[in-house]
């Protein structure tokens, strides 16, 4: 057995288990997400999670709720560095530039059909480009977590897994190019285990935290 076909097998047996459930209900609550507010608060959600902890950044999320909208880079910069915030003014100032954008980020989105995958590889392309703060991960975040589901989230939980399981070698320099020769690696699992892409994150997500998160 390849070391590939053993993390497929490990994912199908984790299919069966209690978690699977879970999963699914995560999976449709990220196609709920439509409106302009839901949609630019999972992007400040995203800006926020780079080098930083989902689960802080899930609190953090909840508690600046639609200050996202209103508050002026201080205020936001403050809010933020109070609720412990590692990086409050770099942050605060991506997430002002980006609410600027907000008409241009809905338009590209509305562009984009959540079932064409070119499409939506496109739409991460434009979001590297003109939303400061998101680089392929944190834009592939965004994205699935508005309903985008065949987009790899490549982040150090993923990269070790994979390291630990060895299917890639250790590499500390994600460039755009190992970016996505690891996505056609996680995309060859997805395909194998039936599930997609944002499907696969959580499930070794999961498999690395014990948590199945957003």
Same mark, same amino acid.
């Given at each position: 057995m390849t070391k590939i076909n053993s993390v497929i097998s490990l994912i199908s047996q984790l299919k069966k288990t209690k978690i699977r459930p879970t999963i699914n209900k995560r999976m449709k609550e990220f196609e709920k997400i439509k409106t302009k507010k839901a949609i630019f608060k999972e992007l400040c959600f995203c800006i926020l999670t780079a080098n930083s902890s989902?689960?802080?950044c899930i609190k953090i999320q909840k508690e600046i709720n639609d200050g996202f909208f209103y508050l002026n880079e201080k205020k936001?910069?403050?809010k933020l560095s109070d609720l412990g915030y590692r990086f409050p003014n770099t942050r605060a100032k991506y997430i002002i530039e980006a609410r600027k954008k907000i008409k241009e980020l809905i338009k590209a989105i509305n562009l984009c059909k959540k079932g064409n995958n070119k499409k939506a590889r496109?739409?991460?392309e434009w979001l590297v480009k003109n939303i400061k703060g998101l680089g392929m991960k944190e834009s592939s975040h965004f994205l699935r977590n508005i309903g985008y !589901? #065949?987009?790899a989230i490549i982040d150090f939980h993923i990269v070790d897994f994979l390291v630990k399981n060895k299917i890639i070698k250790e590499? !500390? #320099?994600l460039t755009k190019e190992k970016y996505l020769e690891i996505e056609e690696i996680l995309k060859k699992i997805a395909n194998k285990t039936n599930l997609s892409l944002g499907e696969l994150d959580l499930y070794i997500w999961y498999l690395e935290t014990e948590?199945?998160?957003k």
């Amino acid at each position: 057995m390849t070391k590939i076909n053993s993390v497929i097998s490990l994912i199908s047996q984790l299919k069966k288990t209690k978690i699977r459930p879970t999963i699914n209900k995560r999976m449709k609550e990220f196609e709920k997400i439509k409106t302009k507010k839901a949609i630019f608060k999972e992007l400040c959600f995203c800006i926020l999670t780079a080098n930083s902890s989902a689960e802080k950044c899930i609190k953090i999320q909840k508690e600046i709720n639609d200050g996202f909208f209103y508050l002026n880079e201080k205020k936001l910069s403050k809010k933020l560095s109070d609720l412990g915030y590692r990086f409050p003014n770099t942050r605060a100032k991506y997430i002002i530039e980006a609410r600027k954008k907000i008409k241009e980020l809905i338009k590209a989105i509305n562009l984009c059909k959540k079932g064409n995958n070119k499409k939506a590889r496109e739409l991460r392309e434009w979001l590297v480009k003109n939303i400061k703060g998101l680089g392929m991960k944190e834009s592939s975040h965004f994205l699935r977590n508005i309903g985008y !589901k #065949n987009l790899a989230i490549i982040d150090f939980h993923i990269v070790d897994f994979l390291v630990k399981n060895k299917i890639i070698k250790e590499n !500390k #320099n994600l460039t755009k190019e190992k970016y996505l020769e690891i996505e056609e690696i996680l995309k060859k699992i997805a395909n194998k285990t039936n599930l997609s892409l944002g499907e696969l994150d959580l499930y070794i997500w999961y498999l690395e935290t014990e948590k199945v998160l957003k």
